[in-house]
């Protein structure tokens, strides 16, 4: 494995769900799941977080709050969208507060349907986003070359 | 040419020793709660990482005062392991602490403004205990200097028992341990995101984390010259004890809660006084 799918930290944050897949996200902490086996660490934090687990569908008070932590998080990184209501709206996907899932907003890289999901199958996800992770660190590596070629070039082309 | 040998050694040695005693201590944690725990290497992993991570800097001037923390504690580690002057080596390490409280107070964060805040009362707490081992050391030995302290005929904690149970209270302060975690905690969810590190990211959090192992030798290493003597079977003796002491925070680490700001300033000024200020009273009495 990689460099950054050795140490992936997660940052967990409540859409609008019913607390059914959050406690279900804690779970995966507890020693049962342990996800800190894989050197996951449940991260409060944006700027230190490379994935976002979102629980929950979003509604409009939450849609400003998703994008801001969003925006915050360093590249590379990826998200997550842990239950059925994240993936599509789910059960409240008719209310009229809510927007729908979770890639109404942000893009959406994979997807952990269940109701609630359970934690094995939230390991499963965070552990197929880690594949994505790398694939986007050497992506974004090669991008980050390539700016400085041009930023090169470009400046040769000043003098 | 032995200093300069230690001092090199200090200076490559102590991320890769520091990185492997918190690998260390992760596992320990995670098996007295009952789980597996990462892997040992998993702190490198982590500093790895981070540096590969976008650079999200807030403003312009926080990576220099992070890097300036880094180097004021390689330096205060520096003398320490050159056998240079306790006193200097005590001070360069709290001007280190400045450099990251002015770190965390450049951005506008809320969380780490307060974390700065209470790394400030942080440094309020354990300073005079500092300052009286220092003087405990001339006491017990005649001179401040740490290569006098570690060359006597019988260890310095003999005199200084008391000041050891001090600066056990004040190591959990310096390693971020429960219940003195307040500024910035190494557990994921703290009443106030991340405190002190809030709004460092990717490289300049690496910084920030490769200083703290070197901060860590330098604890353990003060730790160290309360067994060293001029006979050689000391050094197996405080390396022993220095894991001892690691092991023994931990454990704390995980039997205590956090504790408010005012507990940890009444707490360790009382052990202060008590410990350290009767063991100075004593030694001047004896002496
Ligand atoms: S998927 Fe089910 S358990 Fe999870 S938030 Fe939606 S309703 Fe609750």
């Keep these: ?159 | 040419m032995t200093e300069v040998i230690s001092v090199v050694a200090y200076l490559i040695l102590a991320p890769f020793a520091g990185g492997l005693i918190d690998g260390v201590g992760r596992i320990v944690s995670a098996r007295m709660q009952g789980r597996k725990g990462p892997p040992l290497l998993q702190p490198f992993y982590d500093i790895i990482k981070l540096f590969t991570k976008q650079m999200f800097a807030v403003n312009s001037v926080q990576l220099l005062l992070n890097l300036s923390y880094l180097i004021f504690l390689a330096v205060a580690g520096c003398m320490l392991f050159a056998g240079a002057d306790i006193l200097m080596c005590l001070f360069v390490l709290t001007t280190a602490d400045m450099f990251l409280i002015m770190a965390a107070s450049s951005d506008s964060s809320p969380f780490s403004t307060l974390g700065a805040g209470r790394e400030m009362i942080q440094m309020m707490a354990y300073e005079p205990l500092t300052l009286l081992m220092s003087v405990g050391f001339y006491l017990a030995t005649g001179s401040f200097h740490v290569g006098t302290i570690i060359s006597g005929e019988y260890s310095a904690v003999l005199f200084l028992p008391g000041m050891l149970v001090g600066f056990f209270f004040i190591t959990a302060i310096k390693l971020r341990k429960s219940p003195f975690d307040l500024s910035t905690s190494h557990h994921a969810h703290q009443e106030m995101v991340k405190g002190i590190t809030t709004e460092m990211a990717g490289p300049t959090f690496a910084i920030m984390n490769v200083a703290e192992y070197y901060e860590m030798v330098l604890m353990l290493g003060l730790v160290a010259i309360f067994f060293l003597n001029k006979n050689w079977w000391s050094w197996p003796l405080a390396i022993a004890v220095c894991l001892f002491v690691y092991f023994l925070e931990i454990l704390w680490d995980n039997v205590c809660g956090r504790v408010k700001w005012k507990t940890l300033l009444e707490g360790c000024w009382i052990v202060t006084l008590l410990c350290g200020g009767l063991n100075l009273l004593i030694l001047m009495l004896i002496r």
């Design chain 1, 1 to 159: 494995m990689g460099k950054l799918a050795k140490s992936p930290w997660l940052l967990h944050y409540d859409g609008s769900s019913c607390n059914g897949c959050d406690i279900e996200v804690l779970a995966c902490t507890t020693p049962v799941y342990d996800i800190e086996r894989f050197g996951i660490i449940n991260t409060g934090d944006p700027f230190q977080a490379d994935i976002l687990l979102i629980t929950g569908g979003i509604n409009s008070q939450s849609e400003s709050v998703v994008k801001q932590i969003y925006s915050q998080m360093p590249n590379p990184k990826v998200v997550v969208a842990v239950g059925i209501c994240a993936c599509t709206g789910g059960i409240f996907k008719t209310c009229y507060n809510i927007k729908g899932g979770v890639d109404t907003v942000i893009p959406v890289d994979v997807y952990v349907p269940g109701c609630a999901a359970r934690p094995q199958a939230i390991i499963d996800g965070v552990v197929q986003a880690l594949a994505l992770l790398e694939q986007k660190r050497a992506d974004y590596a090669a991008q980050r070359r390539g700016v400085m070629q041009e930023g090169g070039i470009a400046s040769g082309a000043d003098q």
